[in-house]
């Protein structure tokens, strides 16, 4: 069977997903329970919890897949495409063996796929309002910002990636969670600094930037730390503060007309440092992009991964590419974040490339994409 359709199945960290894609490029169904709500209560993900709710949501979540498809005969699915990794072990475990079952069931290639590839290939999804977007043209230079993964690649054609530099400390987006929490923002830390740092009325401040040097690699932690050490301060001097309603490092208006966020720093604090914080991750993002796309000659960027739903990070990086003249592709924000849609797309390619999971495919929770 030749028909295209590939049905796939994510779990690798915190979204049970099923979806069935055409050619790699047109969903025909795209189903995402996220656990975002039950890990916020813990302020991130605890891997037990997170594969104990993939086990409650993955019969649920292909049924509703099913249903929306109307691929209830199996006849015209031509693979089953699963993330092998990387990921949290639990959580693989469990789409891979709901995977394995409905290939052996159904008589089907099981093929397996890198999640970090998945995110990539996001770019070749279409969308409803623009349904004739021609493929992403190669060489194509892909950031991936996630809340696991922090890299550019350099892609020459389907399937072929070449490092061209990578985080040496955190993700990205686990800088914005770390960085969120510190300013007492709800978890995940990302949407929030996002939100509060378009409400910033200070734009003044400047956090360090990590440039290493002449290299494609990026380092948060420092930033970190310069966030953590400014929250600090201005704690402090909150709370000097309010002890005489006017101590330094309070400024004027802000303190007593304004509300406090759960840890007791007035919103204006809050936004100011969001925006100096998501500055400078976004400027190290975008200016590294656009130079590796420039040494690569690219013909394609394509941003992916849960931080490409920053919107300021998109605008930066779409500016990079219009300056050199191509064009930037970006999901929309439901298909950056975790989905099986960006699965079947990249397993699309691999089941036409003749990629096939061994019959003893295990979950690999470090897999690189390349080295
Ligand atoms: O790709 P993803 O859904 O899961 C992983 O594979 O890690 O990425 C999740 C990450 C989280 O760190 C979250 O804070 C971040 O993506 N994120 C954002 C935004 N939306 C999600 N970071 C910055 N701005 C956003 N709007
Ligand atoms: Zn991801």
Not at 315 to 327: C, E, K, N, S, V
Request: with cysteine; hydrophobic share 45%; net charge negative.
């Amino acid at each position: 069977m030749t028909s295209g359709r590939i049905i796939a199945v994510e779990t690798s960290c915190d979204e049970t997903a099923v979806a069935v894609v055409q050619e790699g490029r047109r969903i025909v169904a795209n189903v995402v329970a996220s656990q975002v709500a039950l890990h916020a209560a813990t302020g991130g993900i605890v891997p037990e919890v997170a594969a104990r709710a993939h086990l409650r949501w993955m019969i649920p979540v292909l049924e509703e897949a099913e249903r929306r498809s109307g691929i209830s005969d199996w006849s015209d699915v031509e693979a089953v495409a699963v993330t092998e990794g990387p990921g949290l072990a639990g959580s693989l475990l469990v789409g891979i063996t709901m995977a394995k079952t409905l290939a052996y069931v159904h008589g089907l290639p099981l093929v397996p796929v890198n999640h970090l590839e998945g995110h990539i290939y996001a770019a070749w999804l279409l969308d409803h309002d623009d349904p004739d977007r021609p493929a992403p043209e190669f060489p194509v230079v892909a950031l991936v910002v996630s809340g696991g993964h922090t890299f550019l690649v350099e892609m020459t054609d389907h399937l072929t990636y070449r490092l061209l530099g990578q985080t040496v400390d955190d993700a990205a987006g686990e800088a914005f969670d770390k960085v969120g929490r510190l300013l007492g923002l709800p978890y995940p830390g990302g949407p929030a600094i996002m939100r509060a740092a378009a409400a910033a009325q200070r734009r003044d401040r400047q956090f360090p930037r990590a440039w290493l040097g002449e290299t494609f690699d990026f380092s948060f932690s420092g930033l970190k730390t310069a966030a953590r050490r400014a929250i600090e301060a201005e704690a402090g001097a909150s709370v000097d503060g309010s002890s005489n309603g006017e101590g330094p490092g309070v400024r004027p208006g802000t303190r007593a007309e304004t509300a406090e966020n759960s840890d007791g720093l007035p919103e204006p604090v809050v936004a100011e440092l969001a925006y100096a914080f998501q500055e400078s991750v976004v400027d190290v993002l975008a200016t590294k992009t656009g130079l590796a796309a420039e040494r690569c000659a690219a013909r394609t960027i394509i941003l992916g991964g849960g931080v490409a739903a920053n919107t300021v990070l998109r605008d930066r990086i779409a500016a990079r590419a219009a300056a050199l003249g191509i064009p930037l592709v970006v999901p929309r924000p439901a298909l950056c974040t975790d989905n099986a849609a960006m699965i079947g797309a990249a397993g699309f390619f691999r089941t036409r490339a003749g990629t096939r999971a061994p019959r003893d495919l295990d979950a690999r929770p470090s897999l690189k994409l390349a080295v």
